[in-house]
Nanobody
Framework: QVQLVESGGGLVQAGGSLRLACAAS????????MGWFRQAPGKEREFVGL????????DYAYPVKGRFTISRDDAKATVYLLMNSLEPDDTAVYYC???????????????WGQGTQVTVSS
């Protein structure tokens, strides 16, 4: 069992940056693939990015590629999402997730956090 708690959301102007953190409790954090998803009002939850259990592989959704960076600190059982050059379309609730498989589909992830709101003003 893994519990995930996101933090770092907030209100930022377009062009600004935020760093989200997702702290995990439970065992064997380093063996999980960690992902980030987001859900905007009236839209379905969508994949943002993921990082493999070793940290050696990352994957990003096209809209955020080159602007967002995922990293992990296994000693702290925490995964980060650094978001640069934020745009109003990035406004959403951001969720972190943990799973055993590498893949962009939500069903690949077994554990989810409660989400943190990111609002980007124009």
């Amino acid at each position: 069992q893994v519990q995930l708690v996101e933090s770092g959301g907030g209100l930022v102007q377009a062009g600004g940056s935020l760093r989200l953190a997702c702290a995990a409790s439970g065992r064997a954090f380093s063996t999980y693939v960690m992902g980030w998803f987001r859900q905007a009002p009236g839209k379905e939850r969508e994949f943002v990015g993921l990082i493999s259990w070793s940290g050696g592989h990352t994957d990003y959704a096209y809209p955020v590629k080159g602007r967002f960076t995922i990293s992990r600190d296994d000693a702290k059982a925490t995964v980060y999402l650094l978001m640069n050059s934020l745009e109003p379309d990035d406004t959403a609730v951001y969720y972190c997730a943990a799973g055993r498989k590498i893949g962009t589909m939500a069903q690949n992830f077994d554990y989810w956090g409660q989400g943190t709101q990111v609002t980007v003003s124009s």
